[in-house]
């Protein structure tokens, strides 16, 4: 796995990259990447089995403050909905299962990736 290093934005793009291909190979087949609407935006969207999954992927440095998982605030939470809800409006998929997922990846100062961890079912509304 090559480092990620760079700014925070590099590093954050390169952790994107690094979660589609670690979906991909779980089996998921990627629909879109960085979707964005008016409401928010969505990393991933991805198809697993017939489920539509909304991806936030959330890249921090190793023991820092807050970890990836922690990142994901409320308010977070409630632009990931409306940015799926506009999704499924607008592939007019409003009928299709979804649930909105957490791809967490931790990395060293030196870039190295310490965990990638995919958590399903991350916002309780969806």
Request: net charge positive; proline share 2%.
């Amino acid at each position: 796995m090559r480092p990620l290093t760079g700014d925070a934005r590099a590093v954050g793009a390169a952790g994107e990259a690094l979660a589609a291909g670690w979906l991909a190979r779980a089996g998921m087949r990627i629909l879109a990447r960085n979707y964005r609407c008016r409401g928010g935006e969505v990393d991933i969207v991805a198809d697993d089995r017939g489920e539509l999954v909304f991806v936030e992927v959330r890249t921090r440095r190793a023991g820092g403050l807050v970890g990836p998982e922690e990142s994901v605030t409320r308010r977070k939470q409630q632009r990931l909905l409306r940015a799926a809800e506009h999704y499924l409006q607008a592939a007019a998929a409003a009928e299709r299962p979804w649930r909105v997922d957490l791809v967490a990846v931790e990395v060293e100062a030196s870039g190295r990736v310490r965990r990638v961890e995919h958590l399903r079912h991350v916002v309780e509304d969806a």
